[in-house]
DNA sequence: CTCATATTTCGAGAATAATGGAAATATGGA
DNA sequence: TCCATATTTCCATTATTCTCGAAATATGAG
């Protein structure tokens, strides 16, 4: 992860609408979901979410494929997990005061993620 | 950390000059440098330096104290902490594929962080 | 081939952000 | 008080980004 493909990401999740988009398909997993329906959802002009779909795409942090007349847009989460990595190690140096208190995130978080099954009974 | 306030954090470092002012700044740790001499370590005007320190502070990324003639910026470790908790648990929901890798991430970095004691010898 | 659906591209206007020079403010020292 | 240092504020210019309507492209169905 280079500084400047960070800062290309930031930029491009520093951006109301452009973050709905991003958290709604990572919450829609790797199947994706059509732009049609992106437009739906957030209830947005298909030629707006278009420039902002390509502003994620360039970023990296989304991909896209075509099925029949739709494109199907998925959130790339090797680069938004390379970016968090980033921001921890190159960018924070690994600063306890603001690393340590995310185990207890990721603690918390793995074991109740879409796709995860618990280790330990709750 | 609601999402707005994200919003604000991510726009503010995805630019090159602010990602520099607060990597140096978070380098630097707690006791802060003097604007003086962020804007000799980076190379910029002290009137763009001024307004980008501006911006970040407003983001609540850094903080700002008087000392003398000088004013000293620092990061605010609470506010990245919560930015990057932000990110895995509300915004990727904790998404195992981007958070898994973090674990490794974390790893690595609790032990060799600039105020942290080796907790197992090297 | 024609038509309907899905999405993108184009283009113009408005809003916002970035840049840098010059002046203003705040502090400490002589 | 006067001066030097440190930083910010003000202002104008340029550049970038956002927004939205309209037209263009791509795909599949009849």
Redesign the pocket.
Known sequence: MESMSAVNML?AL?????LAIFRLLVKAGPQGV??????RALD????????????L?HAGLIA?R????????SADYGAMSGLLGFLMEDCCNGAPEICSPLTAVLARVEGCGPACAPKAPA
Do not use: F, M, T, W
């Open positions: 930029s520093g951006h109301d609408g452009r059509a732009a049609g329906q992106i437009a947005v002009l298909p030629n707006s979410l278009s420039a902002n779909l390509n502003i795409a896209s075509r099925e029949g007349r739709s494109i199907i847009y």
